[in-house]
């Protein structure tokens, strides 16, 4: 039977997105190393004797609780074929900014959402949400982006028409047509010797 | 909101959501029950409540002028006996409004229990869940069926791979085209696949990567080669298609 | 103890990112549906006999484990500011209304709540507790909302059916559909420009 400071730090263990020191267990829970370390031991030996799946596992310099890799041919199916379910909201604006826009350079989103939108757009075009176009006419002939047939679909829209105009988008949209424009041209300047 | 401490022992137009909320403030501050309250007696004080606030120049939403009209017009009618008899065949606007007000508390009671379910589940935390150990030991596609994006992700890993700090953009000069295809042309034959990492060798920089690519998009474009590739983040397997490669073509 | 099976439905509600149904625990292990839900009861046995800080929640139709909310002040040090802030009681009632009268337009839930819910619609949207599921084939052609899974998991809840007072709500909401439906087109009338 757990105590109260080895129920607190499971707790940590799993919910955790990333491995916990010793040392932020201690910040966290105000025990000492010495009793923290002991007390993942405890975790340890409660859950081997309950036969549970899960596991305390020391990494990248912290713990973490994880499932027991032996069932990884369980837990795997999980994810198999089945790509994230949820967009994250980086990955929202710069599908936003496209179906709007479209066909829209990548300069063109990352000019309207001020960040780099590298990796959205990867996920996007990952998840057939967003597909390549063809190249813009202009220096650098930077590649074109539009939305997919799958995009529709996936917000349950029958055409593009359709397509919602919540203030939110259009708040991402603020920005005048030449505002982007310019703002592109001198992003895709800077980066036209980056092809892709 | 220029209020100046004058409507400190007020209520303030902020605590509410709308004129239906502050409708009902004002019944239950009396003890009145919504199903019986002849809304007539809430009316006078809702609009007295109202002209306040427009006396100390508070904004108010344009949903409460609205109810103040209808509140108003409400009140005439009552007074005048005679618009109401010719009015008898259309329902009585005070009956819906009651109704309405019901409706709206209801909604609002349930909200305010939704606000504790809120905060107990506010305190639950779930595992991050496993995707990341797992997923790119299962996603397998079907061999020959490269597509654009797979190799984007190739290049991507490959170049990733040989970059010492992801942070920078690449600012090295690229091969041009021609040097990559003529490079390719000697490489490839009709007979036997190369794999792309071997045509780039294994120490490329990243710049070379991106040019070599490039030139196999072309390349496929025209026809002249083709691409497999086993796996999402394998190696792009290419393969020779046709004698000649003419660039000026 | 825990058996094999119960193991690897453990690990499972540990690994995944979203609630699993029985079906779906049936699919990965093979096993039918009654083993499957006693299996769960074993889990939480063992759990609550070790004195663990997980607990199996059931949540939007499935099962997933979850920590003790007794544990959230320690856990929710992990997320400092990364964590959303409370629902606004706009958002609240917006959602109350959506949530029994869906799908719903804005126009319906604004007739309900007698005021704008304009942007506290577009909270829910951002916080994907609600989504948008079409558009209204009447003039106008209004967008359709209604809540996500999310918004059960949100809440704690099992199913839309475990919504606090289902039979009096939608007997409320039989009594007004007229005056709900008159309301709300006269405001879709005012604002039907807006919409695209």
């Known amino acids: ?196 | 909101m220029s209020a100046d401490g004058q409507t400190a022992c007020r209520i303030d137009i902020q605590d509410f959501e709308g004129p239906l909320d502050l409708l009902l403030f004002l019944i239950r501050r009396d003890e009145l029950d919504v199903t019986t309250i002849h809304v007539a007696e809430v009316a006078g004080q809702y609009l007295d409540y109202i002209r306040e606030a427009e006396d100390l120049n508070l904004d108010i939403a344009g949903e409460y002028l609205v109810m103040a009209a209808t509140l108003t017009r409400m009140k005439s009618r009552l007074l005048l006996p005679v618009e109401r008899a010719l009015m008898d065949d259309t329902e009585d606007p005070m009956e819906t409004l009651m109704r309405h007000l019901v409706l709206y508390k209801a909604f609002k009671e349930v909200a305010s229990e939704l606000r504790e379910n809120e905060s107990i589940w506010r305190d639950v935390y779930t595992p991050p869940g496993e995707r990341d150990r797992y997923e790119e030991d299962v996603t397998v596609t079907d061999p020959g069926q490269t597509s654009l994006l797979e190799l984007l992700l190739a290049l991507e890993n490959m170049a990733e791979k040989n970059a010492p700090a992801p942070r920078h953009r690449i600012h090295k000069p690229l091969l041009s085209l021609t040097e990559c295809v003529s490079v390719l042309d000697r490489l490839l034959s009709l007979e036997s696949a190369k794999d792309f990492s071997d045509a780039v060798g294994k120490d490329a920089d990243q710049a070379v990567v991106v040019s070599f690519f490039v030139a196999i998009l072309e390349l496929v474009k025209r026809g002249w080669i083709t691409t497999e590739q086993s796996y999402p983040f394998a190696d792009i397997v290419m393969k020779r298609k046709t004698e000649r490669w003419e660039m000026n073509a």
């Open chain 1, 1 to 196: 039977m757990l105590d109260q400071l080895a129920r607190q730090i499971e707790a940590l263990l799993v919910a955790t997105e990333e491995p916990v020191t010793v040392g932020r267990i201690c910040e966290l829970t105000g025990c000492g190393t010495e009793s923290a370390e002991q007390a993942v031991l405890r975790i340890e030996a409660e859950l081997a004797s309950g036969g549970h799946s899960i596991v305390v596992a020391r990494l990248a310099g912290g713990y973490r609780i994880v499932t027991d890799p032996e069932l990884g041919f369980i837990v795997g199916q999980l994810f198999e074929g089945k790509r994230h379910s949820r967009l994250s909201r980086a990955s929202l604006e710069t599908l936003a900014v496209i179906a709007y826009r479209q066909p829209a350079t990548r300069a063109q989103v990352e000019a309207v959402r001020g960040v780099n939108s590298d990796s959205a757009m990867r996920t996007l075009l990952e998840r057939d949400l967003v597909k390549i176009e063809g190249r813009q006419e202009t220096p650098g002939r930077p590649l074109l982006y539009g939305t997919t047939s799958r995009f529709l679909e996936y917000f349950g829209l029958n055409k593009l028409e359709h397509l919602p105009r919540t203030n939110e988008m259009e708040n991402l949209l603020k920005l005048s047509a030449e505002d982007i424009e310019r703002l592109a041209s001198e992003l895709s300047g800077e980066e036209s010797d980056q092809i892709i």
